[in-house]
């Protein structure tokens, strides 16, 4: 089974920085591509950045310029640094990846969420 695993939400002032990381166990075959999604309130789920195995990345226009996803493919792990943080961006972040398996199918995994709060 394949889990991937959040850590790092929490409670910022607007203009500050959260470090979300997500890391993904189990036994499977590979992993392509990783990214966080964001659901707020009231709202669709929403795609905030993703990135390729060869490090290609992707941004919601949200986001640009103050997010940086990256990843450690060894350590099957994804980040996503969240600076110059706002209001806005408060939502449950949930990391996201396509995994293929040991018997070379493909599953999209969510993790559990963490909830990320920016307020004064």
């Known amino acids: 089974q394949v889990q991937l695993v959040e850590s790092g939400g929490g409670l910022v002032q607007p203009g500050g920085s959260l470090r979300l990381s997500c890391a993904a166990s189990g036994n499977f075959f590979s992993i392509y591509s990783m990214g966080w999604y964001r659901q707020a309130p009231g709202k669709q789920r929403e795609l905030v950045a993703s990135?390729?195995?060869?490090?290609?990345?992707n941004y919601a226009d949200s986001v640009k310029g103050r997010f940086t996803i990256s990843r450690d493919n060894a350590k099957n792990t994804v980040y996503l640094q969240m600076n110059s943080l706002k209001p806005e961006d408060t939502a449950v972040y949930y990391c996201?990846?396509?995994?293929?398996?040991?018997?070379?199918?493909?599953?999209?995994?969510w993790g559990q969420g963490t909830q990320v709060t920016v307020s004064s």
């Open positions: 996201n990846a396509p995994v293929e398996t040991l018997a070379r199918a493909v599953i999209n995994v």
């Open positions: 990135i390729l195995s060869g490090g290609r990345t």
